[in-house]
């Protein structure tokens, strides 16, 4: 697990990252703990990994008080179709085709090694083809964008998962638990 919770995000930054609710995300956080989920493109494997470990660890964590908020570099109709796909339907999602709120997070363009190394394609054929997540071959947002993973709470980064390979897979469950069991009496 990568900690890195000496991130800091403006709130200019997060009070400009509207959600498809209309809520930002500055916002959000004062009402619980946020999960903030930025994926790669949908066409990745690695994202639909991703979405299908969320969509089965999602009632762990908003038991725990924490809201799971996706952000994604595609329309919102076209990620709700991911979503729905993944039974995430009527998630929270920012969309950021621009990868501005990516880069204001400190997640950068990765390289050859990391998008397309030996390791990620051990993993990407493991979790493609015999986990099912499907091999992705259209590109929907940037493909050399790097994911990561964001617990806020209050306006403040309490826990990070910065992936430095393309097939990172971050602990979900213990990220909302190093944060929220710490300090959230729920609402």
Request: glycine share 10%; aromatic share 12%; proline share 3%.
């Amino acid at each position: 697990m990568q900690h890195m919770v000496s991130i800091s995000v403006d709130q200019e930054v997060m009070e400009g990252m509207m959600t498809n609710q209309g809520s930002s995300l500055w916002q959000l956080t004062f009402e619980r703990p946020v999960l903030l989920v930025f994926l790669r493109h949908f066409g990745c494997t690695f994202c639909r990994e991703a979405l299908a470990d969320i969509a089965r660890l999602k009632p762990e964590i908003e038991e725990s008080g924490t809201q799971v908020v996706f952000v994604h570099m595609t329309d919102d109709k076209t990620a709700e179709r991911y979503f729905n796909r993944y039974q995430l339907t009527g998630s929270i999602h920012i969309s950021d085709p621009t990868c501005n709120s990516y880069a204001s997070f400190g997640l950068i363009k990765g390289n050859f090694t990391q998008l397309f190394g030996l390791q990620s394609w051990i993993r990407g054929f493991q979790s493609g083809v015999i986990d099912g997540n499907g091999v992705g071959f259209k590109q929907v947002g940037d493909g050399f964008q790097m994911p990561g993973v964001f617990v806020i709470f209050r306006g403040t980064i309490r826990e990070a998962f910065i992936h430095k390979l393309s097939h990172d897979r971050p602990d979900y469950s213990q990220l909302v638990a190093d944060c929220c069991n710490l300090d959230w009496a729920g609402p």
